[in-house]
């Protein structure tokens, strides 16, 4: 079984904090994603990485920044959190060839920033 | 850029059927998905569409219409446990690497 799991299912921080969101997928995905997902705005893209050391901007990169520095792990970091940054966040991975089509969604991390 | 759109919400009855329209206008159409998810939970794997047609699977099917931007989910013989948000997704081919765009999605209330 595929298997992307997240650090934290619940995240509490202050305003300020600086946060860091984990992933980590067993299937030797070359592709990685960070999402967030928000009530009326559905998923949208942050950052995505289709290989170790290389990531591209989503839709929304403002007050994240990504590292992958191990194909397996993919890390999403909020350098100052702030209160509109209060979001579930989802990982997903997703193999570039061969294999299936869809991306495998870790279990996401609800984070609340106070 | 893309622009997905699906119904809010929809309700329906244990027993029947309910279709759960999506259309969408992109760039580099590379296939549609559509993912189940429950309420705290993440999205699951439903379908995936990337030819004209009917794809079925179990109780589910999905269907694609490229020229009309179009696509449907099918799920028949409803289950109380199949209340959940569907979510459609387009894949769309951007400088050689592949990415999903998401609906806001369709939360179904199935009542017994």
């Given at each position: 079984d595929v298997k992307v799991t997240q650090s934290s299912r619940y995240l509490v921080k202050r305003t300020g904090e600086k946060v860091f969101l984990e992933c980590v997928q067993?299937?030797?995905?070359?592709n990685m994603f960070w999402y967030r997902q928000d009530p009326g705005l559905g998923l949208r893209l942050i950052y995505f990485s289709y290989d170790v050391k290389m990531k591209e901007k989503g839709d929304i990169p403002e007050g994240y920044s990504v590292s992958r520095e191990k194909k397996e792990r993919f890390s999403l970091i909020l350098e100052s959190a702030s209160t509109n940054q209060t979001s579930m966040y989802l990982c997903a991975s997703f193999h570039?060839?061969?294999?299936?089509?869809e991306q495998f969604f870790g279990p996401g991390t609800r984070l609340t920033v106070l | 850029g893309q622009n997905i759109d699906q119904p809010t919400e929809m309700t329906a009855t244990e027993g029947a059927i309910v279709q759960i329209n999506c259309t969408y206008q992109t760039s580099g159409f590379n296939g549609l998905f559509w993912y189940q998810q429950h309420a705290g939970e993440a999205p699951t794997f439903l379908s995936y569409n990337v030819l004209d047609g009917l794809e079925e699977k179990g109780r589910f099917s999905s269907f694609l219409s490229r020229s009309k931007g179009y696509s449907y989910l099918l799920l028949k013989?409803?289950?109380?446990?199949?209340?959940a948000s569907y979510l459609c997704a387009v894949r769309a081919l951007n400088t050689g690497f592949q990415k999903l765009v998401f609906g806001t999605g369709t939360r179904l209330l199935v009542s017994p």
């Open positions: 067993d299937m030797d995905h070359e570039r060839t061969g294999g299936g089509n | 013989e409803l289950q109380m446990k199949d209340s």
